[in-house]
């Protein structure tokens, strides 16, 4: 079952969203998944798309969303803010308990990219059964300030993001997120996943964000050959592969 879904977040802005939900299962396991930087629910390429999907079949459901400014949800892209995107992801998983889709025991956070980014800070609030971080971009932080402080010395407030309108506050917002110390106190089981091709996101980074967790709960998958956006059918399929195979562990315990 495929239903468009529509979430009013704590600002009363819609978030407009996608829930797949299997057959004949009941209160099946759901994969909270978020998107990364100027990107919307569908992915790249439409992998979280594909992955909702594939998600379906093997009897697990997956909610996704447009965060506010971006996609199809209200708002515009230089209105974006982290602690917004903290915040909507906080209000999407309180829908999914409050309108009786699942229970608080049965989700899983899921990001990709500036998404897992964001899904490593919210973790430790919601406690969820289990993390998925594809290519976590907490990397972003680095030089966030010192990049908006360029800015604004040259009178600008807004940067041009291949035709988005990115505000500077953006980044002194994101300031207040370093994103290791954020992603303390999360000890569920994670798995976090890399292409080996990466260049946005490096094996260092993923490594410390796995230094975060607990070891006898946490596994790195590095997938041969993929990139930043696992955009090759064999490096979506292994990143997909790898997912299912932790949506069961999760499911078997």
Not at 11 to 37: A, C, Q, Y
Not at 64 to 84: I, L
Not at 154 to 178: R, T, V, W
Not at 227 to 248: R, V, Y
């Amino acid at each position: 079952m495929v239903k468009l879904i529509e979430i009013k977040n704590r600002k009363n802005k819609i978030l407009r969203g996608v829930l797949t939900l299997p057959d004949n299962i009941e209160n099946p396991l759901i994969v909270l998944n978020l998107h990364g930087f100027g990107g919307s629910m569908s992915g790249y390429k439409y992998a979280h798309t594909h992955l909702s999907r594939v998600l379906e079949s093997d009897g697990f459901g997956c909610a996704r969303f447009d965060f506010y400014g971006c996609g199809e949800s209200d708002g515009e892209f230089e209105e974006m803010t982290f602690t917004g995107l903290i915040e909507d992801t906080i209000d999407v998983y309180n829908y999914l308990i409050d309108s009786k889709v699942t229970t608080a025991d049965r989700i899983i956070l899921s990001g990709h990219s500036m998404g897992g980014y964001v899904a490593s800070c919210v973790a430790p609030k919601l406690q969820p059964i289990g993390l998925i971080l594809m290519c976590p971009g907490g990397g972003m932080w680095y030089g966030c300030k010192e990049r908006a402080d360029g800015l604004k010395a040259q009178s600008m407030q807004y940067a041009d993001m291949e035709g988005l309108k990115f505000s500077i506050d953006f980044n002194y917002d994101l300031y207040n997120y370093e994103p290791f110390s954020n992603a303390m106190g999360y000890d569920k089981d994670v798995i976090i996943i890399r292409g080996t091709e990466d260049k946005l996101v490096d094996n260092r980074a993923c490594q410390a964000y796995l230094n975060c967790y607990n070891s006898d709960k946490s596994t790195y998958v590095e997938v041969e050959g993929g990139d930043h956006n696992f955009a090759n059918i064999k490096a979506k399929k292994e990143c997909e592969d790898a997912i299912i195979d932790f949506c069961k562990l999760i499911n078997n315990k």
